[in-house]
């Protein structure tokens, strides 16, 4: 198959080749995935990647900056706007809203994704290739780093690394439903049959996340709790633990594990929050 470089044809063949790469991203993952399954789907041959992008990689680049960089440009816009708004008033809310909202405006326009946008922030996330995420990381640092310090704002309760694992598994459990579920079957299940606006969904997707994020960190009490769980649920129960066989002991020892946290706290405001934010980071791709 000749390869045609000029005019409206040009134009085609790259869109075909970067939707055929995303449609299989979607469904295959990144290290399953071939250049002759994308050419063969786009109907175009080898020569025709090189000319456009030059190699896989650079191709999964450019199929993942069309979607994600005006994401999180709508998305840096809308938080922007709320923070102009509200201040010191920001809420978890808002800051959600402004990851939420972008992403569904999105997938309701067919022109740069549609549907399938959902899927591939939930595929980009929960993709396990080290390609998928050194990219994620190094291209939207600085977004994650604005959302994270948001965040903070928000929830001042929270040390910053027990703040970065909320985000991150929250975020994360939401993905991995996206990356592997028709999403208009799911929603439809969730509103069993029912229309449901853009209001109500968001509330709903946000719902549980708000809780696990404002919940308050555990006390001595609920320590003691796990601590007599884990006792119970070791061979010969408390007496079989290895250490800390006295549940009290277990939850000063717990407790103080929440207590070391602090220098990691002040080391990573010494950095700027990267090292908690990078837990965040990848998250911030795979939600809608």
């Known amino acids: 198959m000749a390869v045609r470089t000029t005019g409206r044809h040009a134009g085609d063949t790259k869109s075909r080749i970067l939707d055929a790469a995303e449609t299989l991203f979607i469904e295959c993952g990144y290290e399953a995935m071939s250049l002759r399954q994308i050419t063969s789907r786009a109907e175009v041959n080898l020569a025709a990647v090189n000319y456009h992008f030059g190699s896989k990689e650079s191709l999964i680049h450019s ?27 920001l809420t978890c809310e808002h800051v959600l809203g402004a990851m939420f909202i972008p992403a569904l405006r999105l997938s309701r326009d067919p022109r740069v994704g549609g549907k399938a946008f959902l899927r591939l922030l939930g595929r980009a996330y929960t993709d396990p290739s080290s390609f998928i995420r050194d ?23 929270l040390p910053r690394e027990e703040l970065g694992w909320r985000l991150h598994f929250a975020i994360g459990a939401l993905s991995g439903v996206l990356a592997g579920t028709d999403t208009d079957s799911l929603i439809s299940e969730f509103s069993q049959g029912k229309s449901m606006n853009d209001l109500q969904l ?16 555990p006390d001595g009490s609920q320590l003691a709790t796990f601590a007599a769980v884990l006792g119970d649920a070791t061979e010969g129960g408390a007496e079989g633990l290895t250490e800390g066989a006295n549940p009290a002991a277990r939850t000063q020892q717990a407790s103080c594990g929440f207590e070391s946290s602090a220098p990691a706290v002040s ?4 950095r700027g929050g990267s090292v908690e934010a ?3 980071q990848p998250a911030l791709h795979g939600t809608a």
């Not at 190094?138 to 310090?149: G, K, L, N």
């Not at 080391?267 to 010494?270: K, L, N, R, T």
């Open 63 to 89: 199929m993942l900056s069309r979607r994600l960089d005006r994401l999180n440009q709508e998305r840096l816009k809308l938080l922007d706007r709320f923070d102009q708004m509200l201040g010191a008033r």
């Open 135 to 157: 990219f994620l990381n190094a291209h939207y640092e600085s977004v994650a780093i604005r959302f994270f310090d948001a965040f903070q704002r928000a929830l001042p309760h």
């Open 202 to 217: 968001i509330a709903r997707l946000a719902s549980l996340m708000v809780a696990a994020l404002k919940a308050p960190l």
């Open 267 to 270: 080391d990573g405001e010494h």
């Open 278 to 280: 990078s837990s965040f």
